[in-house]
C-alpha cells in the first residue's frame, strides 16, 4: 500500500491551492493559501450564461490550472504535466510518482468523488494524491470536503475521464524547485501587477470588473431565469459564498494576501488595494445572501439590492486593481 510520507492536510479553502501546497511543502516550499493564490495570480471574474446553460455561471478566479501555470513559471518550478485518454496510462501516471514518494496533483470531476458534497458536476475541481491500496485513493481537498479523504479508485477513474465544460483528459502533474530555492518575495510586485492588468484590461465586457458589471445589470432578473428559483438561486448564493465561483471565498484569499504584502512591501497603492478588497469581500457575501433570500421567498426585491450592491463592487474593484497596477 504506497503511501507518501509527511503530507499534511490543512484547512484550506480553494482546491487548487490546497493541491499546490501539499505538492509544494513536500519538495520543501511552505507558503500560505493566499501567498500561493497572489503568486499564481488567481483573481479574476467572469459571468457567463448561455441558450444551452440551466443557470449563469460566475467565476472568480482564472481558469483551472492557470494559477498553477502561472505560479509554476513565475517562482521557475519543474512543472510537469500529464494528460492522456487511456485509463491505463492515467493511472500508471499517478501511480509511478506515488511509488516513488511524491504526491501528484489530479484535475477532475468533483461529481464523482465518494466523499464530494454538493454532488454537482465541476470539471475544474483539483486534489493531491499520496496514497493507494487495492480499493481506495487517498487524496488531500479542501478543509470543506474533509482535508485528508478516501474515494474508491472505481469512482476516482470516471472522474477524471469525465468530459465536459473545464475538464481535462487525465489530467495529472507534479512539481519540483529548482536547485537553488526560488526567492519568491520577489516575485509579489509581477504577480500584483500582471494580476491587475489582465483584471482591468479584459477583452470582453464579461471579465474582470466590467464582468462584475454585467452581473449587476443581470442578477436583478434571476427569479424569471432561472428553472426553479427555489433550487437555482439559493445553490448559486452557496457555489458563489464557499465554493468561490464568483463570490466572497477568492476576495477573501486575495485580501489576505495583500496583507501579507503589506508586512513585506512598504507601499501605499498595496496598502489602497488591500483596504479596497477587505471592503469588497465583505459586500460579496451581502450578494450572496440577497441572491438566496430571493430564492426562498421569490421577492425580486432582494436581487435588486444585489444588483446595486455589484454596482459598488465593480467600482470598488475597478479602483483596488488600478491601485495596485501602480506598484
Not at 499534511?8 to 487548487?16: A, I
Not at 496533483?105 to 486534489?127: K, N, S
Not at 443581470?218 to 438561486?233: F, I, K, Q, S
Request: charged share 25%.
Amino acid at each position: 500500500m504506497p503511501i507518501v510520507k509527511d503530507v499534511e492536510s490543512r484547512d484550506t479553502r480553494h482546491c487548487e491551492t490546497t493541491a499546490l501546497g501539499v505538492l509544494l511543502r513536500h519538495e520543501g516550499l511552505d507558503l500560505s493559501e493566499p501567498m500561493l493564490f497572489g503568486l499564481g495570480s488567481g483573481l479574476s471574474f467572469v459571468y457567463w450564461d448561455g441558450r444551452n446553460m440551466a443557470f449563469p455561471f460566475l467565476g472568480g478566479r482564472v481558469k483551472p490550472f492557470d494559477l498553477t501555470r502561472n505560479l509554476a513559471a513565475r517562482l521557475g518550478l519543474t512543472l510537469t504535466t500529464k494528460e492522456t485518454t487511456s485509463a491505463r496510462r492515467a493511472w500508471e501516471n499517478v501511480a509511478a510518482p506515488i511509488d516513488a514518494g511524491r504526491p501528484v496533483g489530479l484535475q477532475l470531476d468533483c461529481h464523482h468523488l465518494d466523499y464530494f458534497r454538493p454532488t454537482t458536476h465541476f470539471g475544474g475541481h483539483v486534489v493531491a494524491m499520496y496514497g493507494y491500496d487495492e480499493h481506495d485513493a487517498y487524496l488531500v481537498d479542501t478543509g470543506q470536503q474533509g482535508g485528508a479523504v478516501r474515494t474508491g479508485r472505481a469512482g476516482l477513474a470516471l472522474a477524471r475521464a469525465e468530459r465536459g465544460p473545464m475538464t481535462a483528459r487525465n489530467r495529472s502533474f507534479t512539481i519540483a524547485l529548482p536547485a537553488r530555492p526560488p526567492s519568491w518575495q520577489e516575485r509579489i510586485v509581477p504577480a500584483v501587477r500582471d494580476c491587475a492588468a489582465a483584471f482591468l484590461a479584459a477583452p470582453i465586457a464579461n471579465l474582470g470588473h466590467r464582468g462584475i458589471g454585467k452581473a449587476a445589470e443581470r442578477v436583478p432578473g434571476w427569479l424569471l431565469r432561472a428553472d426553479e428559483p427555489r433550487r437555482d438561486l439559493p445553490q448559486a448564493a452557496f457555489l458563489m459564498e464557499e465554493g468561490g465561483t464568483g463570490g466572497a471565498l477568492f476576495r477573501i484569499l486575495y485580501r489576505d494576501f495583500l496583507d501579507e504584502c503589506t508586512r513585506l512591501i512598504d507601499d501605499d497603492h498595496l496598502r489602497t488595494g488591500h483596504r479596497l478588497y477587505a471592503e469588497a469581500a465583505a459586500l460579496w457575501t451581502d450578494v450572496s445572501a440577497l441572491i438566496a433570500k430571493a430564492g426562498e421567498s421569490g421577492d425580486a426585491e432582494h436581487l435588486e439590492r444585489a444588483g446595486v450592491i455589484l454596482h459598488d463592487l465593480s467600482r470598488i474593484e475597478g479602483e483596488a486593481m488600478r491601485a495596485l497596477s501602480r506598484l
